[in-house]
């Protein structure tokens, strides 16, 4: 008897640490390390080992059904700032978070970016070929996730670019395409209701009967996509990223996803830190959103980018020395002024 008492407690312990979490991880509420929060607002933390190796993570998980609460974006238009300067200049909001992959040569995003129903930044959907494919392009179509205006969160796989006025969106994965095009406008038509191109290339907006008009308030993308419809559904090979073993690196992530109750799940893992906190790979990424109970997930941009301020304190400690890389687009959580 004494035995089961035991185990009882230890499962009531892991409820009342983490009433939102099923992982085999144990998650700690921070909550006031980073006070004042709203009720509808958790901070959690472990410092648990993921295979071995040793991890600090965080998640913040946030209702998207509190009306007092704005979820948005801010971006920069050809250079970067960092995490603290957006705080800064949005008036010090409850969360900010980097989100969107960049060029460093340009200093923009190359994902798409939905800021109060409108799209400020596009997937970048033509990547020129090496090798013996050196005359060819590959078009590849990147995720990301929104958020409409009913507060419902989705997570999809987008064309989005400067010939349309608000993104598309496809529910089921797209292998890239390649051709000899270097303009993607001309690609996008020959796409069909299969997973290949057909007869009839060019019929004009064919794409449309795959991707939908994506009407959401707010949006970033990155990718790859990680989880879909409660299951593990890595899409590196299809988006172009990390493919191969490369997916299997532990770095430092950000990455965000949702519960199908309206909670969204926000999660970095500090890496980059030998002995202390080597990072993740994204399958663990993807069984760690499971854990946790999420629908849907997505990888962001990670690295030296991953960063998140809770009322403007870091969680994480950044991997490029300890400080903040500059980026062009964050996702904030807001309180609504009363």
């Known amino acids: 008897m004494t035995g089961i008492k035991k185990i009882v407690t230890g499962v009531m312990l892991f409820f009342s640490i983490s009433p939102f979490c099923l992982a085999q991880l144990r998650w700690v509420n921070v909550d006031s390390l980073y006070a004042p929060l709203p009720s509808s607002i958790h901070v959690y933390k472990t410092t648990d080992s993921v295979d071995g190796k040793p991890n600090i993570a965080f998640y913040v998980i946030a209702d998207l059904n509190d009306k007092r609460l704005d979820f948005t974006v801010d971006t920069t238009r050809n250079r970067r700032i960092t995490p603290s300067a957006f705080y800064e200049r949005n008036q010090q909001p409850l969360l900010v978070v980097n989100c969107t992959f960049f060029s460093f040569e340009t200093n923009n995003s190359i994902n798409v970016v939905v800021k109060d129903g ?33 507060r419902a969160a989705d997570i999809g796989w987008v064309y989005a670019d400067t010939s349309k006025r608000i993104p598309f969106i496809s529910q089921s994965s797209r292998n890239y395409y390649k051709d000899s095009f270097h303009v993607f406008k001309y690609v996008i038509q020959s796409i069909r209701c299969s997973n290949a191109l057909h007869q009839n290339p060019l019929k004009k907006k064919s794409y449309e009967r795959v991707f939908k008009k994506w009407k959401v308030e707010t949006a970033v993308g990155g990718g790859p996509v990680l989880l879909q419809n409660g299951q593990i559904q890595i899409t590196n090979n299809e988006e172009m990223m990390f493919a191969g073993k490369a997916k299997e690196n532990l770095e430092p992530r950000t990455a965000m996803g949702y519960t199908a109750d309206g909670k969204l799940i926000i999660l970095m893992v500090q890496g980059r830190y030998p002995g202390v906190a080597e990072g993740m790979s994204l399958p663990q990424m993807a069984k760690l959103f499971q854990d946790l109970g999420c629908v849907e997930a997505l990888n962001l941009d990670g690295g030296g980018s991953s960063c998140m301020l809770v009322n403007g304190k870091e969680t994480i400690t950044p991997s490029s020395k300890g400080e903040q890389r500059p980026v062009p687009a964050v996702f904030i959580i807001q309180q609504k002024k009363k």
């Open 118 to 150: 409108k799209m400020v930044n596009y997937n970048i959907h033509t990547i020129p070929l090496r090798g013996k494919d050196t005359f060819m392009y590959a078009h590849p179509f990147r995720s990301a996730i929104g958020i409409n205006k009913k």
